[in-house]
């Protein structure tokens, strides 16, 4: 069975940094595409980045673009995004997503709504204070 861990979400002020990870179990990475979504309290889950299978493929919301940057290390079987100069509208619980569809993650990157993937992690939080 197919399990994500998402991690590495903290407290951190403004202008600050923090790498999430997303450690996959139970299949090869590289079977699938992953992407990383938050949700923040009364809000929509949106996506935020999302990378293909290959590695080299990789999408942005405009909300993030420049600042975040999503990476996969297929010898650790994890997906990574590096957050920088983090706000406060950042703030919120950090999912991935893993399908073997692209363009079903592609939809959700920088859109709120609700998705149907292959599978989920868990949510790590994200607090960016002022």
């Known amino acids: 069975d197919v399990q994500l861990q998402a991690s590495g979400g903290g407290l951190v002020h403004t202008g600050g940094s923090l790498r999430l990870s997303c450690a996959v179990s139970?299949?090869?990475?590289?079977?699938?595409?992953i992407g990383w979504f938050r949700q923040a309290p009364g809000k929509g889950r949106e996506g935020v980045a999302a990378?293909?299978?290959?590695?080299?493929?990789?999408y942005y919301s405009p909300s993030v673009k420049g600042r975040f940057t999503i990476s996969r290390d297929s010898a650790k079987n994890t997906v990574f995004l590096q957050m920088n100069s983090l706000k406060p509208d950042d703030t919120a619980v950090y999912y991935c997503?893993?399908?073997?569809?692209?363009?079903?993650?592609?939809?959700?990157?920088?859109?709120?709504?609700?998705?149907?993937?292959?599978?989920w992690g868990q949510g790590t939080q994200v607090t960016v204070s002022s």
């Open positions: 997503a893993a399908d073997s569809n692209l363009a079903n993650l592609r939809k959700g990157v920088g859109a709120e709504g609700t998705y149907e993937y292959e599978y």
């Open positions: 139970g299949s090869t990475l590289d079977d699938y595409n």
């Open positions: 990378i293909g299978s290959g590695g080299t493929v990789k």
